[in-house]
């Protein structure tokens, strides 16, 4: 909600100031009209709970395609859940674009179409390409106008994914539709004989609001505090959908392509979710686990076995409650898409004890440590709604250049959440990352936090720092929180190597 909308519900004037009663006697009137619970305004960070479907329609698999293609940002329908309804795509009849897949070492050619009503472009989410290439915010492409993106693709084997990347809407674009996934081969990885064909199953896990004529996106002021949420879980487009299996491993390349919604993953039968790769690529060596918390952006490569098994036994995808993620975040239990056993097959597969080979970057290699303090919730005289979540007080604007950084360099990075009430997926553009700790909250790193990344989650009252070395590849770029509400709302800042 922006300061007009906001002084027109509250009857604030321009230079109201702002005290503690004032502050309750807004609350209350929120409240009283409604605008902090329900459809309106979730002010106090209340979850949406999720209502979940009954499995009974097919995953879908969404086409793929090379790095020489085409996408065309669209108005068109998709059935979700039954019913056809409007919304935004990179290809007709769909919310999902294809799947882009290529080799480490080729030239992607990929032409952009933009056939909305509002500006908008591509963000290459997780690859390592020039700064020209990357979407950034203020590169739009304007309505009936086309752009060309091409780049090399000088990186490991891993999932990436793309999306629409344009200033102050990004979070309406992606959650009516627009992302699809970016899968990029190497020979390292090839030589592990990981399950492929069918047996290598993209999941994009997202949450949306669904109306009978299309996707709702109306975020109150409360939702641009929490994130946008949705009732819906779907998989690959798809509401509650089933897939089936056969008694082997298989290998699930998974995306939380959600706004804000937080998943603890795990299997309804207990059995191990074996990490294999993360956002970077592979992990150094598997990692076994039972469940796992994945952020919006946020990748993860898992090898799950269904042998032995009985023919008709059905298995859920889950997401298991959490806690100490806010007051709108993991109150809630529930299964996302389910497998369901469906043949006996003999599987000649063994899991690698190594995948690959992963250095660990050491802290005294850093010529620098830069602190980041993500400010709690801001309200400034006036009630001027935009910039509730800062970085280091500040939120982001085109003209300034909040970091110099050289290029080559290794710097540590130390993103404070301590004071904080919100969870923050914290992305960096044009790198790769390690996580070197967490202190505060959960105090400790996850199995998916080993190898490389491009996001990393700031719980409430953590402390993550991270080391990054970059590149050669100067220019301006962004980095942000994936909440994507947050990210509109001005929770990003700009660094510029050179």
């Not at 999306?163 to 699809?180: E, I, N």
């Not at 979710?273 to 992990?283: A, P, R, Y």
Request: glycine share 10%; aromatic share 8%.
């Amino acid at each position: 909600m922006k300061r007009r909308e906001f002084i027109k519900n509250t009857g604030l004037g321009a230079g109201s100031i702002l005290t503690a009663g004032s502050i309750t006697a807004i609350l209350a009137a929120c409240n009283k009209n409604n605008m902090m619970n329900g459809g309106n305004m979730n002010m106090g960070g209340q979850p949406v709970p999720v209502t979940e479907g009954n499995f009974s329609r097919l995953l879908p698999i969404p086409n793929t395609v090379t790095g020489n293609t085409a996408l065309t940002a669209q108005a068109t329908m998709a059935n979700i859940n039954g019913s056809n309804i409007s919304v935004l795509g990179y290809q007709a009849n769909g919310i999902l674009g294809p799947t882009i897949r290529v080799n480490s070492g080729i030239n992607a050619n990929i032409n952009f179409q933009n056939n909305l009503s509002e500006k908008s472009n591509i963000h290459w989410h997780g690859l390592k390409i020039p700064a020209n290439m990357d979407g950034h915010p203020e590169a739009l492409i304007n309505p009936a106008s086309s752009f060309n993106y091409q780049f090399p693709i000088n990186q490991r084997a891993g999932l990436c994914w793309y999306h629409p990347h344009p200033d102050g809407a990004t979070a309406k674009q992606a959650f009516k539709g627009l992302a699809g996934l970016f899968i990029i081969n190497d020979a390292e990885e090839a030589a592990l004989n990981l399950p492929s064909g069918i047996y290598e199953i993209p999941l994009v896990i997202q949450d949306k609001r669904l109306t009978a004529s299309g996707i709702a996106y109306n975020p109150s002021m409360g939702e641009v505090m929490s994130g946008y949420m949705g009732e819906t879980v779907i998989v690959n487009g798809e509401a509650s959908p089933y897939t089936e299996v056969a008694t082997r491993f298989y290998r699930l390349r998974i995306l939380n392509g959600s706004n804000a919604r937080i998943y603890n993953l795990a299997l309804s039968n207990n059995a191990d979710l074996i990490i294999i790769g993360n956002d970077g690529g592979l992990l150094k060596n598997p990692i076994a686990v039972k469940n796992i918390i994945l952020a919006p952006g946020e990748r993860l490569d898992v090898l799950v076995n269904f042998a032995g098994l009985n023919i008709g036994t059905d298995i859920f995808l889950e997401s298991k409650m959490f806690d100490n993620a806010g007051s709108a975040q993991g109150k809630q239990g529930f299964k996302i898409m389910k497998f369901k056993v469906t043949q006996t097959v003999s599987d000649g597969f063994t899991l690698p004890a190594s995948l690959s080979s992963v250095n660990a970057i050491s802290p005294s290699s850093s010529s620098k440590t830069r602190n980041f303090i993500i400010n709690a919730m801001q309200m400034s005289s006036g009630m001027n709604m935009t910039g509730i979540h800062r970085i280091n007080d500040k939120i982001y604007d085109k003209s300034r250049i909040d970091e110099n950084v050289t290029a080559n360099a290794t710097e540590i990075w130390v993103f404070d959440n301590s004071q904080g009430d919100e969870p923050h997926p914290m992305h960096l553009h044009g790198v790769h990352f390690q996580v070197l700790e967490r202190s505060g909250g959960r105090a400790q790193l996850l199995a998916s936090e080993s190898g490389w990344k491009d996001t990393v989650l700031v719980m409430p009252r953590e402390i993550v720092k991270i080391i990054i070395p970059f590149s050669t590849l100067t220019g301006v770029f962004v980095f942000h929180c994936h909440n994507l509400e947050h990210e509109d709302d001005g929770m990003m800042l700009q660094y510029q190597l050179a």
